[in-house]
């Protein structure tokens, strides 16, 4: 197992990171979610059976983790702001510093691109990720997120129109909500 872990580390790491940096933007976060792939990819290495390539079945788990990260994240701060009255209207301080992830980021366009990919819904930043980023094909793109090739087709095409549209706005002055 450690020479195909070692395989599977060395032709895929760098894109898995990317693909769970994409998601959460956030290099902590994503270091842990990569682990928590690899973790699961060991114990659950005897019950691949092939029927997809190697790559896709990663990605299928790094997909997993990161939506089961997004509801965790969701159920805690619901708890939270169950926890504090809201009533009290209170002046709240901004902090306009930037994040490492921000400033990694230097090319505008992608700058802009990265931002906008917030305003799609998750399965169309997920399509979007894999298609153009990734460059995994419609097929592959489909077996990862367990959708049909016609799914992924419409949720690209109904993606790339939010995306453009978002662009546009930014283009036009617009400020993009984060």
Same mark, same amino acid.
């Given at each position: =197992?450690?020479?195909? &872990?070692?395989? +599977? ?13 994409? =998601? ?33 079945? +990663? ?6 983790? *990161? ?13 939270? +702001? ?16 930037? +994040? ?46 367990? &959708? ?5 087709? *419409? *949720? ?23």
């Amino acid at each position: =197992m450690k020479i195909v &872990f070692d395989q +599977l580390y060395d032709n895929y790491h760098h894109d898995l990171y990317q693909f769970i940096f994409y =998601m959460v933007k956030d290099k902590s976060t994503t270091e842990d979610l990569v682990q928590e792939v690899y973790i699961k990819v060991l114990k659950s290495h005897k019950s691949f059976k092939g029927e997809s390539s190697i790559k896709t079945w +990663l990605f299928s788990i790094a997909r997993h983790v *990161t939506i089961d990260y997004f509801r965790k994240q969701t159920r805690r701060k619901k708890r939270i +702001l169950s926890f504090f009255d809201w009533s009290v209207k209170e002046e709240l301080v901004e902090d306009h510093a930037f +994040l490492p992830e921000e400033l990694a980021i230097q090319n505008e366009e992608i700058q802009a691109i990265y931002q906008c990919l917030d305003h799609c819904t998750f399965d169309q930043k997920s399509v979007i990720i894999l298609r153009y980023i990734q460059s995994f094909s419609i097929k592959e793109t489909a077996e990862i997120l367990n &959708f049909t090739e016609s799914k992924v087709k *419409t *949720t690209q095409h109904r993606g790339l129109k939010e995306l453009r549209k978002q662009l546009e706005f930014r283009s036009k002055g617009g400020i993009v909500d984060e």
